[in-house]
């Protein structure tokens, strides 16, 4: 169909008036968009990477601990015991998985009774609002203790490829190449801009022979394309020739191969290496073997009577400070499953996860890399000063983000309000002799309400402004008492 042409007839003064709080919308919103640009801006791909490798005030590898089915099965009162260790031990933070990914897919609820999301009937994944408040409550907790949470956003294992670490059915979904890119979009959307996550990890223990790429590049594409731009890396099946997987990939950031449970410090040395070789990105040793666990596969060096011990723990460790890598991911078996009963497991759940807390093997790990304790010599107040200014931060942040939606709903009414003015405009001059004055106060009055519409969009404008200047001074003073804290440790 044709555009309608416009009439000769029109009213010329109202038309321009029209136009002219049309264009003043329009420079309303690029205004402000502008101003919450720059107020919310993600760092540089090159920044972001930096982040992995900046070694800490002591100078020790940034060391990550792995607590995958934390997000889904810990409660919040678990989370805040598991936060503060990691705090106090000098962890730089946490890798967790957004979905389950032992028990039932996205069919596992949390412990507030939420699905993380479903599948619509055209096969897309929609995320669930409650469970994603639930995964920023989660990321606001590590944030004030000045901790990352990476995020793995499917298990290839069981999301891609059916469940276990066969390959039952390359492909078998429910992710796949056409739906990845929305999912990405999602988590995008939510956490993006959010500082308190580190990084995003593609991937997890796909040992199919054949893996479509296309489906790790369609979710990256869709958290970068709308705002999500931390590091992102590939998690790695266990499989020396599948360590360098992906390495080449324009959106992997920095490598991250999975070196298994199942053989000695000297191998695990020697096939990082390799990866350090095969590549000028930076390499995280990711995976090394899981404290206490009993691999229930064909594992001949660990199984149901060898676990992994403090010491096999610590020589991993050894062995990898002096290849190059820049930072070391930690797990116990307890942990990482929070408690679920698998791989000699006690079955114990979140306190088994817990009573984890500083054992053997993570104490030996952390004096290795010489961190241990560091966080408990600072200053009590400054610390505490860190904390509250990143409260601030973050419900100043919220407060500007809520202002932004409040300005984009009353311009949008604006926009309505407009485009029916114009409509009334149109009609006079249509209308009849008979009928034109009628329909000129009626455009006169759709006009007046365009104005006052436009007038209190202008006003939203103003009020977001503000609320993003303040989010930025919250922001600063945050930074400034954490070097403050910083120095002080």
Same mark, same amino acid.
């Given at each position: ?408 709903? =009353?311009?949008?009414? +604006?926009? /309505?309000?407009? *485009?029916?003015?114009? $409509?009334?405009?149109? &009609?006079?001059? !249509? @209308? #009849? ?26 006003? =939203?404008?103003?009020? +977001?402004? /503000?609320?993003? *200047?303040?989010?930025? $001074?919250?922001?600063? &003073?945050?930074? !400034? @008492? #954490? ?7």
């Amino acid at each position: 169909m044709n555009p309608t042409p416009h009439s000769p007839s029109l009213d010329v003064r109202v038309r321009v008036l029209v136009s002219a709080l049309a264009l003043a919308l329009v420079a309303s919103v690029l205004s402000l968009a502008a101003t919450a640009g720059s107020a919310t801006a993600a760092p540089a791909e090159t920044d972001a990477v930096a982040e992995l490798v900046v070694a800490d005030s002591t100078g020790a590898l940034p060391v990550y601990d792995t607590a995958w089915e934390l997000p889904m099965l810990a409660t919040f009162a678990e989370i805040e015991t598991y936060l503060n260790h990691l705090e106090a031990s000098g962890f730089a933070g946490t890798w967790v998985s957004f979905f389950d990914l032992l028990q039932a897919n996205i069919n596992q609820r949390s412990p507030e009774g939420d699905l993380a999301a479903t599948i619509d009937g055209s096969g897309f994944f929609v995320l669930n609002e409650k469970y994603l408040d639930r995964v920023e409550r989660i990321l606001d907790m590590a944030y004030d203790r000045d901790l990352s949470v990476s995020i793995v956003p499917v298990w290839a294992a069981v999301f891609v490829n059916g469940r276990g670490n066969q390959c039952n059915a390359p492909n078998s979904g429910p992710l796949f190449e056409w739906n990845a890119y929305g999912l990405g979009r999602q988590l995008a959307e939510r956490f993006g801009n959010h500082p308190g996550v580190g990084h995003w990890i593609m991937g997890g223990d796909n040992y199919c022979g054949y893996e479509n790429v296309e489906i790790w590049r369609q979710l990256s594409y869709g958290l970068a394309d709308y705002g999500a731009h931390q590091p992102t890396t590939y998690h790695s099946p266990a499989i020396q020739d599948r360590h360098d997987d992906n390495i080449w990939e324009s959106w992997l950031d920095f490598a991250a191969p999975q070196t298994g449970h199942c053989q000695n410090n000297h191998d695990t040395k020697a096939q990082l290496q390799k990866v350090l070789g095969a590549t000028t990105k930076p390499v995280l040793a990711a995976e090394l073997r899981y404290e206490g666990i009993q691999p229930a596969w064909n594992c001949p060096v660990h199984g149901p009577g060898r676990p992994v011990t403090a010491s096999d723990v610590e020589a991993d460790v050894r062995s990898v400070m002096d290849t190059g890598v820049s930072g070391i991911l930690f797990g116990h078996n307890e942990r990482w499953q929070w408690g679920l009963g698998l791989h000699g497991s006690s079955g114990g759940g979140g306190q088994a996860a817990l009573s984890s807390l500083g054992s053997p093997g993570e104490q030996r790990m952390l004096s290795a890399l010489g961190i241990t304790g560091k966080y408990r010599t600072c200053d009590a107040a400054l610390k505490q000063a860190t904390k509250k200014a990143a409260r601030e931060a973050r419900a100043a942040r919220q407060n500007s983000e809520a202002k932004w939606e409040a300005m984009k709903a =009353a311009n949008k009414k +604006a926009d /309505r309000l407009v *485009a029916a003015a114009e $409509k009334a405009v149109k &009609a006079v001059g !249509k @209308a #009849k002799n008979a009928d034109k004055e009628a329909a000129r106060k009626k455009a006169d009055r759709k006009t007046a309400l365009a104005e006052k519409a436009v007038k209190a969009a202008a006003e =939203a404008e103003r009020v +977001a402004k /503000r609320a993003a *200047a303040k989010s930025q $001074k919250k922001a600063a &003073a945050a930074r !400034k @008492a #954490k070097a403050q804290s910083d120095a002080a440790c």
